[in-house]
């Protein structure tokens, strides 16, 4: 009968220990067949990024001098545009024009309205940041930095680019991201839907996301490094105690 209760115990044990080990790795558990989401897509220009910006309209010799090139014997690039740490670019004809802090959508109608209708009838402007990265750290499969080409990156996608969290990934994850010169934390739940209402579901331009250890994780990983000097000291001690003993 003792047995039998121990067995019972360890079972009892093991299911427990189970379902806790749930609770922290899956994913979404209160999720339902439909999750809304209230976030909303917004690309903001920011000092460092680099802006390729094309002008078109009917009248192509009209866009000349706002579609600069850089020449390279028979290559010929776009000019690339940096915003400056006070956010401003040096754009043909105007000057100086600050497009940091806008959104892509405003440094667009920007340009619009100073180009049309005086210099360019009906003009479509284009931006595009040529720089646009993530970077993932901690513990993930492929931790790195990542170009994002279409300027649209989920958190998920991001998680997925790193190959995922491995399985000692705790679910809850830090995003930093620079605003107005001031690095905010943004902390989501991998377990939880309410990530989607997250005003950092979408990430922006150079996001670092981190992916903590957990804890078991963290000590093992002490405990791997300092092994050999474990064994160094036991070895030093044994040898001590031998030779005082003889």
Excluded: W
């Excluded at 690339?80 to 100086?96: C, M, R, T």
């Amino acid at each position: 009968m003792q047995k039998v209760s121990k067995y019972l115990i360890i079972i009892i044990a093991l299911c427990i220990t189970s379902c806790a080990s749930r609770k922290n790795i899956v994913y979404f558990q209160d999720d339902n067949n439909q999750t809304q989401t209230n976030s909303v897509y917004k690309t903001i220009l920011k000092s460092d990024d680099l802006l390729q910006i094309t002008v078109s309209a009917l009248d192509t010799e009209a866009t000349k001098p706002f579609n600069l090139t850089n020449n390279s014997g028979e290559i010929s690039t776009p000019h690339l545009y940096l915003i400056d740490s006070d956010g401003f670019i040096n754009y043909p004809v105007f000057g100086k024009l600050k497009l940091g802090g806008l959104s892509k959508i405003e440094a667009i109608n920007l340009l619009h309205s100073k180009l049309s209708p005086d210099y360019i009838k009906n003009p479509v402007v284009n931006i595009k940041i040529t720089n646009f990265s993530i970077t993932v750290l901690g513990d993930v499969k492929n931790p790195g930095l990542f170009t994002i080409p279409n300027e649209r990156i989920t958190i998920l996608e991001a998680i997925g680019l790193a190959g995922d969290l491995n399985i000692t990934g705790i679910r809850n994850i830090t995003i930093k991201r620079e605003e107005n010169n001031v690095i905010k934390n943004y902390s989501l739940d991998l377990r939880s839907n309410n990530i989607f209402n997250s005003p950092a579901y979408y990430l922006q331009q150079n996001d670092v996301i981190y992916i903590e250890p957990n804890r078991a994780t963290s000590q093992d990983a002490v405990y791997n490094r300092n092994t050999g000097l474990f064994i160094s000291i036991g070895s030093i001690l044994i040898s001590l105690i031998t030779i005082l003993t003889r």
